[in-house]
């Protein structure tokens, strides 16, 4: 089970043991797990991102120095955006 796709799909869950949900009084909660498997995060882009960024230090070290430098960095960052997209 994801369980992070449970929370987010059923806000009434708030346990999760093995593949069994249960709400705050302890009840099972009955979950759909094809919705469960099909459920992307939609903050995942952030951390494919964050990875494949240059390092902040270069990124500042070319808007220091301008010119060509920025705009090859901003380049660098606009693809992998493009290559991430939220």
Request: negative net charge; without cysteine; aromatic residues 10%.
């Amino acid at each position: 089970m994801n369980a992070q796709a449970v929370y987010a799909l059923y806000p009434q869950v708030v346990k999760t043991v093995g593949e069994e949900a249960f709400d705050i009084d302890g009840n099972e909660v009955t979950y759909d797990q094809d919705a469960v498997n099909a459920w992307v995060d939609p903050s995942a882009y952030k951390a494919k991102r964050a990875a494949e960024y240059p390092p902040i230090g270069d990124q500042l070290d070319a808007l220091w120095k301008g010119g060509d430098a920025a705009a090859e960095m901003l380049a660098t960052v606009q693809a992998v955006k493009a290559k991430y997209p939220k």
